[in-house]
């Protein structure tokens, strides 16, 4: 059994708006309604499918509920995995990071960017019988999510030049097409979004003020701070960290941010005595000391901007360089500061 994260339960039920008693629904999937919404509670998808099945066809108009609650998502929503996105430099780089993060929003669901002559597609991959109205539905209203949470983050106008469907089309599929603005083929081979590559090389509006704050004011200096050799290093290291909430930085990302080649990169750090793998693994190492003093990133969060896509990876990490938790060095921290 697979388990899919509580907060699309919330926001079906938002969405709703047709007078069924909120507390009513949320316990009948097992729901605390007095609990504060946490996207890291978890529900069984087969239940998920049963609830979303059953208020839709309760609803007046539940061909649009799943477009509706997937346009009612946003960033802030997803905590971790939406602080991932709206991070990436462009849209590309948010696409990737679905790839990498998915797992923390569901066991049933992974995503996979595919280019194509065409496009790019933004695939959804979600086993399942497709004759189950609660899968559809949670299909839908996921393809919707990504569009409104695109719509968030780019700084340019955000349009898909088709979505895709492998389950049949609806009675009435043209209210697809109206919310999406594109054409919608249902009984396809994928589930999917198919967007331009212009459009994903769009950059985002790095909408998190405490991210830009953080990498913009601190960052730099910081990073100085551990530095006593050449200014070359300095550079990439700063480079390296500027990246690393995308992943583990490429040798031919970085040297594309400082206008070099990938071979001229590693040449020069070699000249220096450097190797670029032992400067990501330092990067990573300051930038997490540096989030883990300064911010109050809950450490989940502290695990993706140094390029961890599990929190457990980041704290056997951490143990390694510093011989402690991340919690347990935050909390040292802390003390000491208080002394």
């Given at each position: ?313 980041f704290t056997r990490a ?22």
């Open positions: 059994m697979g388990q899919i994260t509580s907060l699309f339960v919330y926001k079906v039920i938002d969405q709703a708006h047709h007078g069924q008693d909120k507390r009513e629904l949320l316990e009948s999937i097992g729901i605390d309604p007095d609990a504060p919404v946490d996207p890291r509670m978890m529900v069984a998808d087969t239940d998920y499918y049963a609830f979303f099945e059953r208020v839709a066809r309760s609803h007046p108009s539940g061909t649009q509920l799943p477009l509706r609650t997937g346009a009612s998502m946003r960033c802030a929503d997803y905590g971790a995995f939406g602080l991932a996105w709206k991070s990436a430099l462009t849209l590309r780089g948010s696409f990737s990071r679905a790839e990498r993060y998915a797992r923390v929003l569901s066991s049933v669901s992974t995503y996979q960017v595919r280019e194509k002559d065409e496009g790019v597609y933004m695939e959804l991959h979600r086993d399942g019988d497709r004759s189950n109205a609660g899968l559809r539905l949670s299909n839908e209203a996921t393809m919707a999510s990504i569009v409104a949470i695109s719509e968030e983050v780019s700084s340019g106008t955000f349009q898909a030049e088709a979505v895709f469907f492998k389950h049949d089309a609806p009675k009435t599929p043209r209210v697809h097409e109206d919310h999406f603005g594109c054409a919608v083929h249902f009984g396809a081979d994928r589930d999917a979004l198919l967007v331009s590559r212009q459009m994903l090389e769009t950059p985002n509006k790095l909408g998190d003020p405490g991210i830009v704050k953080f990498f913009d004011t601190h960052l730099d200096k910081e990073l100085s701070r551990f530095e006593a050799g050449p200014s070359f290093e300095r550079r990439v290291r700063n480079q390296i960290a500027q990246l690393l909430s995308q992943g583990t930085p490429r040798v031919s990302e970085v040297a594309s941010c400082l206008a070099i080649s990938g071979r001229t990169l590693q040449r020069r750090l070699s000249e220096r005595g450097y190797s670029f793998t032992t400067l990501v693994d330092n990067s990573r190492r300051e930038l997490a000391e540096r989030l883990l003093r300064d911010t109050a990133y809950p450490l989940a969060e502290v695990a993706f901007l140094t390029g961890f896509s599990e929190q457990s990876a951490f143990k390694r360089w510093a011989g402690q938790t991340p919690r347990s060095y935050r909390l040292a921290v802390h003390a000491a500061a208080d002394d």
